[in-house]
Nanobody, 115 residues
Framework: QVQLLESGGGLVQPGGSLRLSCAAS????????MGWHRQAPGKEREPVAV???????TYADSVKGRFTISRDNAKNTMYLQMNSLKPEDTAVYSC?????????WGQGTQVTVSS
């Protein structure tokens, strides 16, 4: 059983940066993949970034070159560094990990990009 808790969301001006954290209650060493999704008001949830156990990363076209996903196994934590934020990045961001073919999700953290 893995529990995930996101943090780091908030209000930021366009062009600003935020770093989201996803802390796991258990070890994520055996996770085969992990990532972040987001859901904007009135829209469906969409994938943002994925990191596999082979260190392969995949990003949505809309965030390529601006967002970076990473992990720190020693801290059982995953991160999403978000730079050059745009108003259209406003959403609830949720992290997930896949362990033994089961997906675990966090509750989400709100990111609002506005002047």
């Amino acid at each position: 059983q893995v529990q995930l808790l996101e943090s780091g969301g908030g209000l930021v001006q366009p062009g600003g940066s935020l770093r989201l954290s996803c802390a796991a209650s258990g070890s994520i060493d055996s996770a085969t993949s992990m990532g972040w999704h987001r859901q904007a008001p009135g829209k469906e949830r969409e994938p943002v970034a994925v990191l596999t156990d082979s260190a392969t990363t995949t990003y949505a076209d809309s965030v390529k070159g601006r967002f970076t996903i990473s992990r720190d196994n020693a801290k059982n934590t995953m991160y999403l560094q978000m730079n050059s934020l745009k108003p259209e990045d406003t959403a609830v961001y949720s992290c997930w990990v896949r362990v033994a073919w089961r997906d675990y999700w966090g509750q989400g953290t709100q990111v609002t990009v506005s002047s």
